[in-house]
């Protein structure tokens, strides 16, 4: 046993001196060694798809590939390298209104390779458009729009930035600021009033009409001003006894109306939907005509509705 440990360790020392050896053959009565003749320590190796040039003496190299395309650069952990340029992407570059979008960034090096940044590690900021804000890990939120509308944001690394378009989808027409949930579609609102103004109310009477937006949005109508009016009114038909005409204006495609009548008027009334009637449509005007329009006195309304 004590003979084997010698020897094993006679046989370590060997490879410790092999190892030390320079350029040129070495030869013993036990063993026979020839060494390649040594190079600077770089060399380039390729292949089909792939590209290395490597260097011992820098402790460096560039690697690319050809399909898909990359870069790497190897060398120490501890490398010093300069940040030329910031590329900042999102997938997609749209965003639903109050909703969230990833931001990402990526840096281009001084000596052509790609550093993939986390975003943690940029500075965002927002340069323009209805971004109500961005987080530290890049992750930006959409305030909301009453019309697809444009923004920009920035990511900044290392003094380098740069900036990305998206785009703000409305996705809803009564949710922007104060006029959110009040009835009547935030366009219509924004298209007469601007923005989060409180004469756009519904309730509000903005001209001396006496009648509020909430109606005259419904009924199609300019609510700043006096002169945009919905016409109502009623006539026997000629040669007709027992019909009336019910004229209204304006008539407009995207609104439901509704005659009703009544024998009477007051907080009693009974306002029924007429069962007999013919409509026929002139422009933005419509006739409608009762077909059973007997009785002493008869009254008429009209419901407008919009999908």
Known sequence: MKNAIMKTAATFSLLLLTSMLHAGPRTSTNYSMTTDITDAGGRRATSVNYTNDGSAGGVTGIATVAS?????????????????AVQVAATPTTVNEGSTRQLAASATLDDGTTLASLASSVSWSVVSGPISGISTSGLATAGNVYQDTAATVQGSYFGASSTLGLTILNTGNDDLGIYAGDGIDDPWQVQYFGQNNPHAA??????????????????????????????LHNAPVPNQPGQMQIVISPRLSDRTYTVKASPTLGSGAAWNDLTSFSISDNGTERTITDLDATGARKFYHVEITKP
């Open 68 to 84: 898909p395309s990359e870069t790497a650069k190897s060398g120490y952990v501890g490398q010093l390298y300069e940040v030329a």
């Open 202 to 231: 519904a309730g509000f009477v903005s001209d001396a009409s006496g009648l509020t937006n909430l109606f005259k949005y419904t009924a199609g109508l300019v609510p700043n001003d006096s002169s945009s009016r919905f016409l």
